[in-house]
C-alpha cells in the first residue's frame, strides 16, 4: 500500500484538458486542478489532427507545476481521452505521424463502404459496439483504402493513451475499456478481433496487450522525472476511456439508474455486468463498452454539447464573443419550444457553419428558424433533452430495467438549464455531479492501484462524501409531453 496519497489525473477532453491532483484522506476526496490547457483539433492539408507532441508538453508543465509550484510529490499519475483514436509507431518507436483526428472527413464514405465488405450484423455480433463513421475500425479502412503511409509504414498501433503513457514511461500496453472502444475488440472472447484486424490490413502483431485499470503499468522515465522534479512516480492504469473514468465517479447507490456523461459528447446508458447484445439493441445503435471491475457500459452516443460550442465558435469569429454563462441567460428569456432538431443529424458532426447548419434542419423539417443567438440556445438544449428522453425509453425497453434517476456529471453539470430541461423531459429526477467526475474517477482508479481502495462501492461512497450533488425534479412535465410528441416528428430514423 501506497504511503503517499496524492495522485495526479490528466484527463483529455476534445475541446480542453486539465491536470487534477487528487488527494484522499478519511475516505474524502479533495481536488485541487494544476494546469488546464485547450486542447482542439489540427487542422491541415485538408486533415483534421490531434497535436500529440503539444499534448506531452502539457503534461511535462503540468508536473513542474504540481512538484516546484504546489510542493506535491504525486504517488503516481494515470491518463485518461477521448475514445478511438490512435497514431502508429515505426520499428524504431517513433511515431510515424501525428494521429488523424475522429472528425477527419476521410471517414464520411468509410463506414458505408466496409459493410459492403462484411455487414453490420456481423460486427456488431462480434464487438457489440454501435455503428459510429468516427470509429477506429473505420477510420483504419479509410487508410487502407488510402493507401496511408502511416499504416503501411508502421510496426504498432497506439491509442492515443497509449501514446502518452509511452512518451512518460516507455509501456506499450492498451487498458481494457479504451480497447473496446475501437470495434477491433471482441468481449465474447476477451480478445483482439481478428477478422477485423485482416480486414483493414493489420493482425495481432501491431496490437498491444490489454490490461485492466487499477493497476500500476510502470514507472515514469528517468528523464521525465529529472525534467520535472519528481523524485519518483509510478504510471497507473485508469479508466483511459473519459467515459469509462467518468462512470466509475458516478455517486449512485442500487440499480434503478442511468447516467449521462455530458460534455462535447454526451454519452447516455446503463452499467451491466455483460454485453447485451440482441437485433433491438442493433437496431437503436447502443453500444457495450467496457468499465472498471470488467463490467461493461450499455451505452449511446449523442452529439452533446458540442453543437453549442460550435454555434459559440461561429459567433465569436464574426464579434458577438459570448460565454456560456450569457448566452444561457439569453436563452431564458427566449421563446420555448420554437423548433427542434435531431442533435445526432449527420451534418451538425463537423461543419463549417453550425448555426447555418441549424437553420437548414428546420428549414427541411418546414420549422420557423431560430433568430436569436439565445433562441438557437434555447433548441438546442431543449433538444438535447428531448433526445435523452428517447433513448430513456429505448434503454428501458431492451433491458427491462427500472430507471428512477438519472446521474449527469462531468462539465455538462454546470449547465442548470440542461439539467433542469432533462430532469423536465424524462420525468425522472436528475442528480448532477460531480462536474470533475472524469478526473475523479481517475485518480480514485489510481487510488486502487495503490491499494487505497478495493472496489467500486468503496469509490462511490467517497465520492457521495466528497462533492456537493445538485437535484433537479420534473416540472411542467404535461408541456414537456407535448413537446416529446412534436419532437419524434422530426427525428431523423
Known amino acids: 500500500m501506497s504511503e503517499n496519497n496524492s495522485f495526479l489525473a490528466f484527463d483529455y477532453g476534445a475541446e480542453s484538458s486539465r491536470a487534477v491532483c487528487g488527494t484522499i484522506n478519511n475516505k474524502k476526496l479533495h481536488l485541487q486542478e494544476i494546469h488546464r490547457f485547450k486542447t482542439g483539433m489540427l487542422p491541415?492539408?485538408?486533415?483534421?489532427?490531434?497535436?500529440?507532441?503539444?499534448?506531452?508538453?502539457?503534461?511535462?508543465?503540468?508536473?513542474?507545476?504540481?512538484?516546484?509550484?504546489?510542493?506535491?510529490?504525486?504517488?503516481?499519475?494515470?491518463?485518461?481521452?477521448?475514445?478511438?483514436?490512435?497514431?502508429?509507431?515505426?520499428?524504431?518507436?517513433?511515431?510515424?505521424?501525428?494521429?488523424?483526428?475522429?472528425?477527419?472527413?476521410?471517414?464520411?464514405?468509410?463506414?458505408?463502404?466496409?459493410?459492403?465488405?462484411?455487414?453490420?450484423?456481423?460486427?456488431?455480433?462480434?464487438?457489440?459496439i454501435s455503428m459510429q463513421p468516427f470509429n477506429s475500425l473505420y477510420h483504419l479502412h479509410a487508410m487502407n483504402r488510402n493507401n496511408d503511409l502511416a499504416l503501411k509504414t508502421g510496426k504498432r498501433l497506439m491509442f492515443i493513451?497509449?501514446?502518452?503513457?509511452?512518451?512518460?514511461?516507455?509501456?506499450?500496453?492498451?487498458?481494457?475499456?479504451?480497447?473496446t472502444t475501437s470495434q477491433l475488440y471482441n468481449p465474447f472472447k476477451a480478445d483482439w478481433e481478428g477478422e477485423l484486424?485482416?480486414?483493414?490490413?493489420?493482425?495481432?502483431?501491431?496490437?498491444?496487450?490489454?490490461?485492466?485499470?487499477?493497476?500500476?503499468?510502470?514507472?515514469?522515465?528517468?528523464?521525465?522525472?529529472?525534467?520535472?522534479?519528481?523524485?519518483?512516480?509510478?504510471?497507473?492504469?485508469?479508466?483511459?476511456?473519459?467515459?469509462?473514468?467518468?462512470?466509475?465517479?458516478v455517486p449512485a447507490e442500487g440499480k434503478d439508474w442511468a447516467y449521462i456523461s455530458?460534455?462535447?459528447?454526451?454519452?447516455?446508458?446503463?452499467?451491466?455486468?455483460?454485453?447485451?447484445?440482441?437485433?433491438?439493441?442493433?437496431?437503436?445503435?447502443?453500444?457495450?463498452?467496457?468499465?472498471?471491475?470488467?463490467?461493461?457500459?450499455?451505452?449511446?452516443?449523442?452529439?452533446?454539447?458540442?453543437?453549442?460550442?460550435?454555434?459559440?465558435?461561429?459567433?465569436?469569429?464574426?464579434?458577438?464573443?459570448?460565454?456560456y454563462p450569457g448566452l444561457i441567460d439569453k436563452a431564458v428569456k427566449a421563446r420555448p419550444f420554437k423548433a427542434f432538431i435531431d442533435p445526432?443529424?449527420?451534418?451538425?458532426?463537423?461543419?463549417?457553419?453550425?448555426?447555418?447548419?441549424?437553420?437548414?434542419?428546420?428549414?427541411?423539417?418546414?420549422?420557423?428558424?431560430?433568430a436569436t443567438e439565445g433562441e438557437f440556445v434555447r433548441v438546442i438544449l431543449e433538444s438535447l433533452a428531448l433526445k435523452y428522453r428517447h433513448v430513456l425509453d429505448q434503454l428501458t425497453e431492451v433491458s427491462g430495467r427500472e430507471i428512477n434517476t438519472i446521474h449527469i456529471i462531468g462539465g455538462g453539470t454546470r449547465n442548470k438549464m440542461l439539467c433542469q430541461f432533462t430532469a423536465n423531459a424524462t420525468g425522472r429526477k436528475v442528480i448532477a455531479g460531480p462536474a470533475e467526475g472524469t478526473a475523479a474517477g481517475n485518480i480514485l482508479m489510481q487510488s486502487m492501484a495503490h491499494g487505497l481502495t478495493r472496489s467500486s462501492d468503496d469509490i462511490r461512497?467517497?465520492?457521495?462524501?466528497?462533492?456537493?450533488?445538485?437535484?433537479?425534479?420534473?416540472?411542467?412535465?404535461?408541456k414537456w409531453e407535448k413537446a416529446y410528441e412534436n419532437f419524434l416528428k422530426i427525428l431523423i430514423k
Open 461 to 478: 461512497e467517497i465520492v457521495r462524501n466528497s462533492f456537493d450533488l445538485d437535484a433537479y425534479i420534473p416540472e411542467d412535465t404535461v
Open 262 to 323: 455530458s460534455g462535447t459528447w454526451s454519452l447516455m446508458g446503463l452499467e451491466l455486468e455483460k454485453p447485451l447484445v440482441n437485433e433491438k439493441t442493433l437496431a437503436y445503435n447502443f453500444s457495450n463498452e467496457g468499465g472498471a471491475g470488467g463490467t461493461f457500459r450499455f451505452l449511446k452516443n449523442i452529439m452533446g454539447l458540442w453543437l453549442l460550442q460550435q454555434c459559440q465558435l461561429k459567433w465569436a469569429a464574426s464579434g458577438r464573443d459570448y460565454d
Open 161 to 179: 493513451p497509449d501514446l502518452l503513457n509511452f512518451m512518460l514511461s516507455g509501456e506499450k500496453k492498451t487498458e481494457f475499456t479504451f480497447a
Open 44 to 128: 491541415m492539408n485538408n486533415h483534421f489532427y490531434w497535436n500529440i507532441y503539444r499534448f506531452y508538453e502539457e503534461m511535462i508543465r503540468a508536473l513542474k507545476l504540481c512538484t516546484l509550484k504546489k510542493n506535491i510529490q504525486p504517488a503516481s499519475v494515470g491518463i485518461d481521452t477521448w475514445g478511438v483514436d490512435y497514431g502508429f509507431l515505426a520499428e524504431d518507436d517513433s511515431l510515424v505521424r501525428i494521429p488523424y483526428a475522429y472528425r477527419d472527413l476521410q471517414v464520411t464514405e468509410a463506414m458505408p463502404d466496409f459493410h459492403r465488405m462484411i455487414p453490420p450484423e456481423k460486427i456488431y455480433s462480434l464487438t457489440g
Open 344 to 370: 445526432d443529424y449527420e451534418k451538425f458532426f463537423n461543419p463549417a457553419d453550425m448555426p447555418a447548419e441549424i437553420d437548414d434542419f428546420c428549414r427541411l423539417s418546414s420549422q420557423e428558424k431560430p
Open 197 to 249: 484486424l485482416s480486414a483493414v490490413g493489420l493482425d495481432r502483431s501491431f496490437m498491444n496487450e490489454i490490461i485492466q485499470p487499477g493497476q500500476i503499468m510502470g514507472n515514469l522515465k528517468d528523464e521525465v522525472c529529472r525534467q520535472t522534479g519528481l523524485k519518483h512516480a509510478n504510471l497507473s492504469s485508469v479508466c483511459s476511456h473519459d467515459t469509462g473514468s467518468a462512470i466509475v465517479a
